[in-house]
């Protein structure tokens, strides 16, 4: 079995022209005539250059249509189980973190086949006359990203920079992560950088996305300076806006198709002036990776309605975010009123009232609270009340259940309003909380929500961080950032420990389970892996 699975691994990442023959995200290339090509002549053009790219993206598409969530999501309080207790025990592990080395989120093949894509494009753009050095940043933005996220995941882990050619080379042991970050990451995102031309573009990397990329990693790396160096120059691009209206917000992530269950569904729409870059999934592409790539199914498929809309669903949203919201934004008018006294809110909902002669008449009532909150919410505007707190699924794409084959929700991984709050942070940590503050506002009056004062900011630098995270992951929720936050800030133990500690099957936070255990199926293809140590028993 474990010959079996390495030969698999040579043949995947080894073999040239397979990334030719199987690539399948059509809209950013014609297809090149797959007769044509041979491992050898195979980076002659940029024409050629780009299938192989297209073939990094599709490895995109099946790396992060799940994981996304599982990573940066739904270990936050964000969400909590659902109450039942009918929830998979693999999504149960990962709420309560309780994650063990068989938990499917811990795997890697589909992440090092991604990488293994770019490289193939980096290792042979050179060779390519006329090369359009685009193309070879984008394959260096997606290493830099995959090796990010694999630090920020499972911290030292094995590393690849030319295509794998020979069974030998897949078997090697980890690289510390500084490593990693310094010799990779870093050199990557800065080249990917200089090379690129486009200045945006909504589904592949692009000037704009390649600054969000950076600002993630000096975040992460709390180089502040360079953060805010990075995001004012991805603001001055002005390739991007707020949107300004509840409709428009809710159109960026809208993906509810016309059912009988749910007949009012208008389809796909995620569309919108605030999306930097989202992986892009297309219901007309094949759903599964050709036969012999590992984890094939739904490879181009979102795991989006399964993770947050399933019929019986693992994750619903916390009482701690929802009573977070509630507090913040009361949904009760008196106390709207007494907080918010010159705000009006700015949703209405139909009611049904007496019309004192044994009738019922449709009145419209304001909606008080975070529209937001609504958007996000099982049962949104009509039918908010119908589910009771910590009983609620996420309904920020969809509204209803269906078939997860057809589920073609892109992920969004930057988004401007996210930007511009990661902006406000490092305007905060560097000392200009006036700055932070009118970056708050920003998103608060685009949001027709009312503006916050210095007072209720904060006194202390800490304080208006916590304000800051708080705003983001109002924003961001469900958009897997609210765990990075916490990670980011060292806030984990404090916010997380005590829910942690008060369920049945909570695990509390401790330093060496930050990271994911390293999936057992890798240990044993690999002797030269070791446990990650939160996970050795």
Not at 329 to 348: A, G, H, I, M, R
Not at 399 to 415: E, F, G, K, M, S
Not at 439 to 453: E, F, G, K, S, Y
């Amino acid at each position: 079995m474990l010959e079996n699975k390495l030969n698999r691994f040579k043949v995947i990442a080894g073999a040239l022209f397979f990334i030719a023959a199987f690539y399948s995200c059509e809209e950013l290339v014609d297809e090149v005539p797959i007769s044509e090509l041979s491992p050898i002549s195979f980076y002659e053009t940029n024409e050629q250059l780009l299938a192989g790219l297209v073939g990094a993206y599709d490895g995109m598409q099946g790396t992060y249509r799940d994981k996304t969530f599982f990573w940066g999501e739904f270990r936050s309080d964000n969400h909590q189980p659902f109450p039942s207790g009918q929830a998979q025990q693999n999504n149960l592990e990962i709420v309560n973190n309780d994650i063990t080395q068989g938990n499917p989120g811990s795997r890697w093949d589909r992440f090092y086949f991604m990488i293994d894509r770019a490289n193939q494009v980096i290792v042979n753009a050179p060779n390519v006359p006329s090369l359009d050095e685009s193309l070879l940043a984008e394959a260096l933005a997606i290493r830099a990203k995959a090796y990010f996220d694999a630090v920020r995941v499972w911290g030292d882990v094995p590393l690849f920079t030319e295509p794998v050619q020979v069974l030998a080379d897949a078997t090697r042991p980890v690289t510390d992560a500084n490593t990693i970050m310094n010799e990779v990451v870093i050199p990557d995102m800065l080249r990917a950088e200089e090379l690129i031309t486009p200045q945006s573009d909504d589904f592949r990397w692009s000037k704009s996305s390649i600054y969000c990329l950076q600002a993630d990693v000096y975040m992460w790396l709390k180089d502040y300076a360079k953060a805010k160096e990075v995001l004012d120059a991805m603001v001055a691009l002005g390739t991007h806006s707020l949107v300004t209206s509840p409709q428009a917000w809710d159109d960026m992530f809208y993906n509810n198709p016309p059912l009988a269950a749910f007949p009012e569904g208008l389809g796909k729409i995620q569309e919108g002036s605030e999306l930097i870059f989202s992986i892009r999934y297309e219901i007309e592409e094949e759903r599964d990776a050709p036969a012999g790539y590992p984890s094939r199914t739904r490879w181009n498929r979102s795991g989006v309605m399964s993770a947050f809309y399933a019929g019986i669903p693992s994750f619903v949203m916390s009482e701690a975010i929802e009573n977070k919201w509630r507090e913040k934004f009361p949904v009760v008018d008196s106390l709207w009123t007494e907080k918010y006294p010159n705000t009006d809110p700015v949703l209405t909902r139909t009611v049904l009232q007496d019309d004192g002669m044994g009738g019922v008449i449709e009145v419209e009532e304001p909606v008080y609270g975070d529209w937001r909150y609504y958007f996000t919410r099982q049962g949104r505007v009509e039918g908010f009340n119908s589910v009771e707190i910590g009983e609620a699924r996420t309904a920020k794409w969809q509204q209803t259940n269906y078939n997860a084959n057809d589920d073609d929700t892109d992920i969004v991984l930057y988004r401007y309003a996210g930007m511009l709050l990661l902006l406000a942070e490092a305007e905060n940590q560097l000392g200009n909380d006036a700055r932070a503050l009118e970056l708050v506002n920003q998103i608060r009056t685009a949001r027709q929500l009312p503006t916050v004062d210095a007072t209720d900011f904060g006194a202390t630098q800490e304080e208006r961080l916590n304000y800051i995270l708080d705003e983001r992951q109002l924003e961001l929720f469900g958009e897997g950032k609210r765990w990075w936050d916490l990670l980011r800030n060292d806030k984990q133990y404090e916010v997380l420990n005590p829910i942690l500690e008060a369920r049945p099957e909570g695990v509390p936070l401790t330093e060496d389970r930050l990271v994911w255990p390293i999936h057992i199926d890798h240990l044993i293809e690999n002797p030269l892996l070791n446990q990650n140590p939160g996970y050795i028993n």
